[in-house]
């Protein structure tokens, strides 16, 4: 018998509507909000503020035309009415003058940069360059200190201790909201570049997990990437990275299958990567290759090129690939760019020689989830099942992707059948 679901309460319809335009707009409000007040926590205070008044009261009136119009009035007066309540020194009384002279302004869109802007602030050159990246993710992306600290592979304490000492440095040193002239924009960039990938990365790691904080990330951080290729001008590395992240997108439509199981990128059908997607990324790599000055995001691009060569020619080049990870990790230590050179070497040089490079990054990755399963595919091929069954069910342990968790246990299954 066929059944008719029950329409939505009104109330779901109401919060629905409210965390969608602060999920969609939570950057662009906050940093309009900060803007004026250069208090990024008061700003994310007053939207927290703001998004529970809509709870209680768009179930009764109805969801506002312009949702996110609305929050940004909300969030405003309870900035006044915060400033108000320090009116005893003369900045409070000022700063109360300012918001009522953007009372009218409430149309979020009509200051599209400002996200821009909040990330340069962010990269200034008075906040501690540990805090850069992570601030631009909590403040212009929304994401939480346990989400970047997972990120950047330290705990949520120490990383909300170092967003809230960001966050004061802003307010105390009254640090300008503007995009920095060419001459200081070298030196802010590849911390904004950072954060845009970081934020890319989370978002390709969460896109078909059930967090609703990743939803749209990665579409974000491309929206983000091309702001900045507009604005920033012939800068190699900002087209570096658009072009590692529109290429690494193209192969979104083949990591899953139509059941929705986890397919690793060996056993990925190249006819359903977006060839739009990789063509674009291509021209950009070959634009950027012009100025002679190879960046990381350069070359994490070739990558990606190499792996996505296979559409073309059947196979992959592992033997290049280990070498672009070889002048990768001089240029950017890091513990994926590590395992990822790993793997690479393994699928040039043989088993043996991957393994040999993943021993010795033992201590560092052993909370790294990437780490345990390449050293679980890695054993399987030398012939150590037991070894590699216990390192899947270690990155299956780890993983937050339930496809990929499934797909990792499913190998852990097989090796100890």
């Known amino acids: 018998m066929k059944t008719i679901d029950a329409p ?34 008061a700003a994310e205070d007053a939207l927290a503020d703001a998004l529970a008044a809509a709870l209680l009261r768009w179930p009764e009136d109805g969801v506002p035309d312009r949702p996110e119009a609305w929050l940004l009035v909300a969030a405003r007066r309870r900035l006044g009415q915060a400033a108000r309540h ?143 290729v507009g604005l920033a001008g012939p800068q190699p590395e900002a087209l570096g990275l658009l072009a590692l992240m529109l290429a690494s997108e193209a192969r979104r439509p083949a990591r899953r299958d139509a059941a929705g199981r986890f397919v690793a990128l060996a056993d990925q059908h190249p006819a359903l990567w977006d060839g739009l997607l990789i063509d674009e990324a291509e021209d950009l790599l070959r634009r950027a ?13 070739c990558i990606q090129s190499v792996h996505l060569s296979r559409r073309l020619t059947g196979r992959t080049d592992w033997t290049a690939l280990a070498g672009f990870y070889d002048l990768l990790v ?56 037991a070894e590699a069954a216990a390192s899947f069910l270690r990155a299956a342990g780890m993983a937050e992707d339930p496809a990929l968790r499934s797909y990792l246990l499913g190998r852990a299954a097989t090796l100890a059948s």
Request: contains cysteine; proline residues 6%.
């Open 86 to 228: 320090n009116r005893v020194h003369e900045a409070a009384a000022a700063e109360i003058r300012l918001l009522v002279d953007t009372m009218t302004e409430t149309d979020p869109a009509a200051i599209p940069d400002e996200r821009l802007k909040l990330m340069f602030v962010c990269a200034h050159p008075a906040i501690e360059p540990a805090a850069q990246a992570p601030l631009m993710l909590q403040s212009v992306l929304g994401l939480d200190a346990a989400r970047i600290a997972a990120s950047f592979l330290t705990s949520p304490a120490a990383m909300s201790q170092r967003l809230v000492r960001a966050k004061a440095r802003i307010r105390e040193a009254g640090l300008a909201f503007e995009v920095p002239g060419r001459d200081e924009l070298a030196g802010r960039l590849d911390a904004v570049l950072s954060a845009v990938y970081a934020a890319y990365g989370t978002g390709w790691d969460g896109a078909f997990g059930d967090d609703p904080r990743r939803a749209g990330l990665a579409e974000e951080a491309i929206w983000l990437g091309r702001l900045i």
């Open 289 to 301: 290759a012009t100025f002679g000055r190879p960046g990381r995001f350069q070359i994490e691009a």
């Open 8 to 41: 939505p309460a009104p109330g779901a319809n109401a919060r629905a509507a409210a965390e969608m335009a602060v999920r969609a707009s939570y950057g662009r409000l906050v940093a309009i909000l900060a803007a004026r007040s250069r208090n990024i926590a």
């Open 330 to 385: 001089t240029l950017a230590p890091t513990v994926g760019n590590r395992v990822a050179r790993a793997a690479a070497i393994a699928e040039a040089d043989g088993p043996a020689a991957g393994l040999a490079v993943l021993d010795a990054l033992a201590a560092a990755a052993d909370a790294y989830q990437p780490y345990w399963a390449t050293r679980a595919h890695l054993l399987a091929r030398s012939g150590q099942p």
